[in-house]
């Protein structure tokens, strides 16, 4: 890890409201003692370089698994099937890493290869904000647990959803308005509205 990376994500951090610190990782998540590592080696580079105060800290929020939507598959896709058939667990977790009122300083990628996780790069600030603010929204405010959304992106299209999957069957809410659909940001719509449209040539 680059020590003038984290200068960097830290100078970009820190803007728009805060969301709760939300509970690190699960013990079952087997990413989750990788992550806790790579935390403390973060922390520890970022006081050498007085980038972070001796007594401040930085904590792991809940982290997202990504899921991907495949060219092939989109475009193979048919009213009636299931859209939940569709989404390829891509073994990824995305982690933030807040600071103690619950402001994003930067998130960082690990990919499993096999039975071993190992790190993936980072994820951009701008992505990590949507994504954590409409989970807390959806969650009404971590009423609900957070564990169950996760991280949608098409990159055939260049588009990412935050998921949802409950009682109304799978939802994907989108981070950005669509300039050629109706979709709105922050307005769940079903994924099998999405895919259709997108498997049209949306």
Request: glycine share 10%.
């Amino acid at each position: 890890m680059r020590i003038i990376f984290f200068a960097c994500a830290l100078a970009a951090a820190l803007q728009g409201s805060a969301l709760r610190a939300t509970p690190a990782p699960e013990a079952g998540d087997a990413s989750a003692p990788l992550a806790k590592a790579l935390l403390r080696d973060l922390q520890r580079m970022l006081r050498e370089e007085l980038l972070l105060e001796p007594q401040a800290r930085l904590f792991l929020d809940i982290p997202f698994r990504e899921f991907s939507v495949r060219a092939e598959s989109l475009r193979a896709y048919r009213s009636g099937a299931d859209p939940g058939s569709l989404l390829t667990d891509v073994r990824r977790r995305l982690y933030p890493a807040v600071d103690a009122d619950g402001d994003l300083a930067l998130a960082f990628l690990l990919s499993r290869d096999g039975g071993r996780w190992e790190e993936a790069g980072y994820a951009p600030n701008d992505l990590v904000k949507e994504l954590r603010y409409w989970r807390w929204e959806r969650s009404g405010g971590g009423k609900r647990d957070m564990n169950g959304f996760f991280w949608v992106s098409i990159p055939e299209k260049g588009l990412d959803f935050l998921g949802e999957a409950g009682a109304e069957g799978l939802l994907l809410i989108p981070l950005a308005d669509h300039r050629l659909k109706a979709w709105k940001r922050g307005k769940a719509v079903p994924a099998s509205e999405v895919f259709r449209a997108l498997a049209a040539g949306g």
